[in-house]
């Protein structure tokens, strides 16, 4: 039996910064899949809608980071049109064959600029936005790193973020196996998907980071299916 107590720090596949070819393209197939059969993609727009609420109409700047094949900035970016928001969308991703995936599934109607790039380079430190989304993404980093990342995102994001990732639970766990084995037929997702609910979060882990990182206005909130959508508020 795994040990739940404790964020696993084991590494995944994906964290090959330099992996490409067709595992990774059918991984990020897959995935986008178990996104949408369980509906967590709709844990960021539902977070989206929260930090924008009520709020005037200006010109904006989101970047979505660890933006994978590019399904979230597109279901934003449609969720924007909806809005009437008028917002520039920049998709953040520091493996180079990611983001040509990304690019080539992406319409020109859509309208999001991709970018490769390293959010601990000093490129990255140099940018400012509106707003920053996260969907799977930080559970790849160890609570010292995700402290030291999000004290500077604060002073790089002027009106907030949206986090959308796992919950460790052992049930979040035997299922994402049991289905993932059955299913998919990606080694990179079998092998992944399990480790990143070990290596993802409880309230209370999400509470001490946010607490570290200097953040006092936030809100997390348990959602279906085993994710933690967390909203940071910098206004």
């Not at 992406?106 to 940018?127: A, W």
């Not at 999400?206 to 809100?219: A, H, P, Q, V």
């Not at 348990?222 to 508020?233: D, G, L, N, P």
Request: aromatic letters at 12%; a positive charge; proline letters at 1%.
């Amino acid at each position: 039996m795994p040990d739940f107590a404790t964020r696993s720090g084991d590494v995944e596949i994906m964290d090959d910064l330099q992996c490409s070819g067709d595992v990774v393209k059918q991984t990020l197939r897959e995935l986008e899949t178990i996104n949408r059969f369980l509906g967590g993609n709709n844990v960021t727009l539902k977070g989206l809608d929260q930090l924008m609420h009520a709020r005037t109409n200006s010109q904006l700047l989101l970047a979505d980071l660890g933006c994978g094949g590019g399904e979230m900035l597109r279901l934003i970016r449609k969720w924007s049109n909806t809005q009437k928001i008028d917002v520039d969308l920049l998709g953040i991703d520091a493996n180079p064959f990611i983001i040509q995936y990304a690019r080539g599934n992406t319409l020109n109607t859509h309208r999001i600029n991709y970018e490769v790039l390293d959010i601990f380079s000093d490129t990255f430190k140099q940018k400012r936005f509106d707003i920053v989304t996260a969907t799977l993404f930080f559970h790849h980093f160890s609570d010292d790193a995700l402290v030291q990342i999000f004290s500077r995102l604060g002073k790089q994001v002027r009106i907030g973020m949206v986090i959308n990732d796992i919950h460790r639970h052992w049930a979040a766990y035997f299922f994402i196996k049991w289905i993932t084995r059955l299913f998919s037929r990606s080694g990179m997702v079998r092998f992944d998907a399990p480790l990143s609910v070990l290596r993802a979060f409880r309230r209370k882990d999400w509470e001490t980071i946010l607490k570290k990182s200097g953040f006092t206005n936030y809100t997390i909130k348990w959602m279906w299916a085993f994710r933690w959508q967390v909203v940071v508020r910098m206004e």
